[in-house]
């Protein structure tokens, strides 16, 4: 079953737009959340959220945990077009395992 | 440098060959994995290794071997290759088991016609 379900799976905005990509999960003993970016071939690490409430910053791009309702997004504001990739949402879990979701493919027109 | 690297980059094989990918980390950690990514470019865990020994073995065919000959190194067989094998293979290395920041390789083409 689906651990770690993120939305939407692909998405289509014009340069100087702001996303919204969402990840929800469910797991017994959760340790931490993460957000990778994966343009054309290794995966590259962005955040890492472990407290709820606490945003995450760099440049445009920012991300917040919420623990009580099991959910996490990730905002780029102002996009580029290089900011079209695959952005992967993970959890791991007490025994240490990574649980990537399927993705939101972004794509950014010029 | 590359932290964390794999060869081949692609490979394209016969149903029923037997194949390696080779991986290597110069950045002197601990835990290596193999990841599955399929056509919709979802990224599954197939092994971990700490410090060469097997620590997560998801349920994988047992015609994928990982082999760790050191803590550097982590190599995958594959033997008897099927049609549903075909995928990128993504070895990634973190500096312990517990360290949330993976480092990935560029990963493996592998396809089997």
């Known amino acids: 079953e689906d651990k770690v379900v993120q939305s939407p799976l692909s998405l289509v905005v014009h340069e100087g737009d702001t996303v919204t990509l969402n990840c929800s999960y469910e797991?017994?003993?959760?340790?931490?959340l993460l957000w990778y970016k994966q343009e054309k071939k290794a995966p590259t690490f962005l955040f890492m959220l472990?407290?709820?409430?606490i945003e995450k910053k760099s440049g445009r791009l920012s991300s917040i945990l919420d623990k009580k309702e099991l959910f996490s997004i990730l905002n780029i504001t102002a996009t580029q077009t290089g900011d079209s990739a695959v952005y992967l949402c993970?959890?791991?879990?007490?025994?240490?395992?990574?649980?990537f979701g399927k993705g939101t493919r972004l794509h950014i027109l010029p | 440098d590359t932290a964390v690297s794999q060869t081949p980059k692609y490979l394209v094989t016969q149903m029923g060959n037997d194949k390696s990918i080779k991986c290597e980390q110069n950045?002197?950690?601990?835990?290596m994995y193999w990841y599955k990514q399929d056509s919709k470019k979802f990224l599954k865990i197939m092994f971990s290794?700490?410090?060469?020994?097997?620590?997560i073995n998801e349920t994988v065919p047992n015609r994928f071997s990982p082999k760790s000959p050191d803590k550097a190194h982590l190599n995958l067989h594959i033997n008897s290759l099927e049609l549903g094998d075909s995928a990128v293979y993504f070895c990634?290395?973190?500096?312990?088991?517990?360290?949330?920041?993976?480092?990935f390789g560029s990963g493996t083409q592998l396809s089997v016609l």
């Open positions: 990634a290395s973190s500096q312990r088991t517990g360290s949330e920041k993976l480092f």
């Open positions: 797991v017994t003993n959760f340790r931490s």
């Open positions: 472990t407290s709820s409430g």
């Open positions: 993970a959890v791991r879990w007490l025994n240490d395992k990574i649980i």
């Open positions: 950045l002197g950690h601990d835990t």
């Open positions: 290794y700490n410090n060469k020994e097997l620590i």
